[in-house]
């Protein structure tokens, strides 16, 4: 049975007309509509942390100021248990020890709260005492190591947040089985930090300063010279620590991460320090209506990316935005660009990153996402000519960031070069699969010193890339996941990535030999991965979601005519279409899936995610149809 031709065309009608529609309101209130925000599930997680920080908080100061917030981040926390007894990340994700051990932990506070709930505090134990084989410190410490290994950047708080709760009992006891983090070493200049060898990944300095703090303070070291040294440097990493704090007061716009400062202050008589009364305000500026916190508080830049250039997917024009909206919505992507070295992880200016909240931190997905709606916001000739100035600027300055983001291996890690040790500074494939698009979207547009530079980084990532192909012909992202797949990996996402990327000819004008073969590979594990209804998850073991099999028709359809030997794409990309379009309602419904990876393998679902990739989809295959010449006649059957 073909493509019904009016089917795909009402479909995408419907879902972008309600993308268009999610849109903000212009900032200057002018007619038509601004960028998009989007919405984060709310998490477990972050509740919890925050619920424990503003009790330790209220506690240190001897006031009630947060005691509504707890009540009712605690009674969602309640409504929100899993049938087994734990909690997962989001209301939609499976129990697992990391969430279930804290929301435990945040119900142990406040003794009046852990009372009226005690039959929820009894299920977590029994779901805890399961999994860990018994309920104390040392067996929960190692049932949590196991599942972070040795990055200690999320282990650590969790053990923590432990501790301060009163879960492991009082004293030096409670602390025993915690990992001393080095606060200390804060005090070098940052750019050392990648030759320290420190136990938490580039973005977890705040963790490392006050969480390192309240080890030492509730158990410092018999050691004293390290006693004396750490002594000696807590007022300056107390200062670094306020110098890399945004405006907001969240720390990445995260409430785990900014709980878990504010909890560490609270408990060492910081109570009253700058840092613990920004982060405060912070959580109470970002709770939710119905009492939690979600993981982070937006993807404003990453969703607006995504938007655009799913609107223009397939080499569409945006005529669905009017030139108005194009203008200022470049303007206002081009405001997001960070224009100075940046105090967290010292990132160079040119980069762009996830939000346009001042806690947001350049990185290498959403710049090249930001270099590549730009592309398509431009309305002059952009073919070797970039007739603004502003944006000729902003184009070399985000290309030359990712330039020199580009680590040995010819990879691109997420926030800094060099790291490489844990898992989230690694180069990753779907990263680098990214900034190869958005290195040639420009490369015509540079001046001759940058482009070669680019010639050679590009050749540099390809041979990454080919490195880093499983066996199976799959590549694994380092940003998303699924529950349901194995090892909960989604070699879907970003094989589906890296596909979209192989048509981009290496130096010599060319798809080598080898590129050519791992595009191959990788379309031999795409096909037969496709589930019997006709979508995707995130391999061949999950069930279908509406993200994971839009991203896999966006790729095949985009590498249409570049099988080399594979067979069964056609057929493969009409299952897919016909699957989102009676899943969609027509591209009415999106039920977002929890596919996203948060920092520390923390899942989320974005409200926005399916909706955007259903229309670059949709508009791929649209284009294809129409580019065949087929009507709505002759595609009916």
Same mark, same amino acid.
């Given at each position: 049975?073909?493509?019904?031709f009016?089917a795909v ?9 309600e ?9 200057d209130?002018r ?7 989007g919405e984060l599930s709310?998490?477990?997680?972050? #509740?919890?942390t ?9 506690r240190?100061?001897?006031s009630?100021?947060?005691?509504g917030l707890?009540?009712n981040?605690?009674?969602w ?9 734990g ?5 939609d994700?499976?129990s697992n ?5 804290l929301?435990w ?9 852990a009372?009226?709930?005690h039959t929820?505090v009894?299920?977590a134990?029994?779901w ?8 104390n410190a040392?067996h929960?410490?190692e049932a949590i ?9 999320f ?6 947040m432990c501790?301060?709760?009163?879960r492991?009992?009082?004293g030096?006891?409670a ?11 804060a005090?070098f200049?940052r750019?050392w ?9 580039s973005y ?11 080890r030492?303070?509730?158990s ?5 010279i390290?006693r004396w040294?750490?002594h000696?440097?807590?007022a ?10 945004p405006?907001?007061g969240?720390?990445l716009?995260?409430a785990?991460?900014?709980s878990f400062?504010l909890m560490s202050?609270?408990?060492?008589g910081?109570a ?5 009364? +920004?982060?405060?305000?912070?959580l109470a500026d ?7 916190w979600?993981?982070?508080t937006n993807?404003?830049t990453w969703v607006? #990316? ?7 997917a ?7 935005v009017p030139?108005?909206?194009r ?13 100075k ?6 990132a160079?200016p040119?980069?762009w990153?996830?939000?346009n909240?001042s806690?947001?931190?350049p ?17 002059e000739?952009?073919?070797?000519n970039?007739a603004?100035e ?7 300055s ?8 580009q ?7 997420t926030?800094?070069?060099?790291w490489g ?6 180069s ?6 990214h900034?190869l698009?958005g290195?040639d979207a420009?490369r015509d ?12 980084a590009t050749r540099r990532?390809?041979?990454?890339l080919i490195?880093?192909q499983q ?5 694994v992202?380092?940003w ?6 194995a090892?909960?990996?989604n ?15 290496l130096?010599d ?10 595009? +191959?590979r990788?379309?031999e ?9 006709g ?7 999950a069930?279908s979601?509406v ?5 896999a028709?966006?790729a ?12 069964? +794409?056609?057929?493969a990309i009409?299952?897919?279409t016909r ?6 309602r027509?591209?009415?419904v ?8 948060y920092f520390? +393998? ?9 909706l ?19 009507s709505?006649a002759s595609?009916?059957t």
């Amino acid at each position: 049975m073909a493509l019904d031709f009016n089917a795909v065309e009402q479909t995408l009608r419907a879902a972008r007309a309600e993308l268009l529609a999610a849109r903000t309101q212009s900032v200057d209130r002018r007619p038509g509509y601004g960028h998009w925000v989007g919405e984060l599930s709310s998490s477990a997680l972050s #509740t919890a942390t925050a619920v424990c920080a503003l009790q330790l908080l209220d506690r240190a100061t001897g006031s009630e100021v947060s005691a509504g917030l707890v009540r009712n981040g605690v009674t969602w926390l309640v409504d929100n248990i899993n049938a087994d007894g734990g909690w997962g990340d989001t209301v939609d994700s499976p129990s697992n020890i990391s969430t279930t051990a804290l929301c435990w932990a945040a119900l142990g506070v406040n003794h009046h709260l852990a009372k009226a709930h005690h039959t929820t505090v009894e299920q977590a134990q029994d779901w805890l005492a399961q999994r860990a084989g018994r309920l104390n410190a040392e067996h929960l410490a190692e049932a949590i190591d196991a599942v972070y290994g040795e990055d200690r950047t999320f282990s650590v708080p969790i053990l923590t947040m432990c501790a301060l709760a009163g879960r492991f009992g009082k004293g030096r006891q409670a602390w025993s089985r915690m990992t001393q983090l080095p606060f200390e070493l804060a005090v070098f200049p940052r750019g050392w930090f990648h030759r320290l060898g420190l136990p938490v990944v580039s973005y977890a300095l705040p963790a490392l300063i006050a969480i390192g703090q309240a080890r030492h303070h509730h158990s410092p070291t018999r050691n004293p010279i390290m006693r004396w040294i750490r002594h000696l440097t807590r007022a300056r990493t107390l200062n670094v620590l306020q110098s890399v704090q945004p405006q907001s007061g969240g720390f990445l716009e995260a409430a785990p991460l900014t709980s878990f400062v504010l909890m560490s202050l609270a408990s060492i008589g910081e109570a009253d320090h700058q840092a613990a009364r +920004k982060a405060a305000a912070f959580l109470a500026d970002s709770v939710r209506e119905d009492g939690s916190w979600p993981i982070d508080t937006n993807l404003a830049t990453w969703v607006t #990316t995504l938007s655009i250039n799913a609107l223009a997917a397939g080499n569409s024009s945006l005529d669905a935005v009017p030139e108005e909206e194009r203008s200022r919505l470049r303007d206002w992507l081009l405001d997001q660009q960070h224009l100075k070295r940046h105090p967290y992880t010292y990132a160079a200016p040119g980069g762009w990153a996830w939000t346009n909240l001042s806690g947001g931190v350049p990185d290498a997905d959403d710049t090249p996402g930001a270099l590549l709606a730009l592309q398509h916001l431009t309305m002059e000739d952009t073919f070797g000519n970039i007739a603004d100035e502003r944006l000729q600027q902003a184009i070399e300055s985000g290309m030359g960031w990712l330039l020199d983001l580009q680590n040995k291996d010819g990879g691109i890690p997420t926030f800094c070069r060099g790291w490489g040790k844990l898992p989230f500074d690694r180069s990753s494939p779907d990263l680098t699969a990214h900034t190869l698009r958005g290195w040639d979207a420009w490369r015509d547009c540079l001046p001759d010193g940058l482009r070669n530079r680019v010639t050679g980084a590009t050749r540099r990532a390809v041979e990454y890339l080919i490195a880093a192909q499983q066996t199976d012909g799959a590549w694994v992202p380092l940003w998303f996941g699924n529950q349901s797949s194995a090892n909960q990996r989604n070699p879907l996402y970003g094989t589906t990535r890296v596909l979209r990327a192989s048509n981009i000819a290496l130096p010599d004008g060319r798809l080598s030999k080898g590129w050519l073969q791992a595009q +191959k590979r990788g379309l031999e594990w795409v096909l037969p991965a496709q589930n019997s209804d006709g979508g995707w998850g995130g391999d061949s073991s999950a069930p279908s979601s509406v993200e994971e099999t839009a991203l896999a028709v966006e790729a095949l359809v985009e590498t249409q005519g570049r099988s080399h030997g594979t067979t069964g +794409k056609s057929d493969a990309i009409e299952r897919g279409t016909r699957w989102l379009i009676d899943r969609t309602r027509g591209g009415t419904v999106f039920a977002p899936a929890p596919i996203g990876l948060y920092f520390a +393998k923390l899942w989320y679902s974005e409200h926005l995610y399916p909706l955007i990739f259903t229309v670059a989809a949709l508009q791929n295959v649209l284009n294809q149809l129409t580019n065949k010449g087929l009507s709505s006649a002759s595609t009916q059957t």
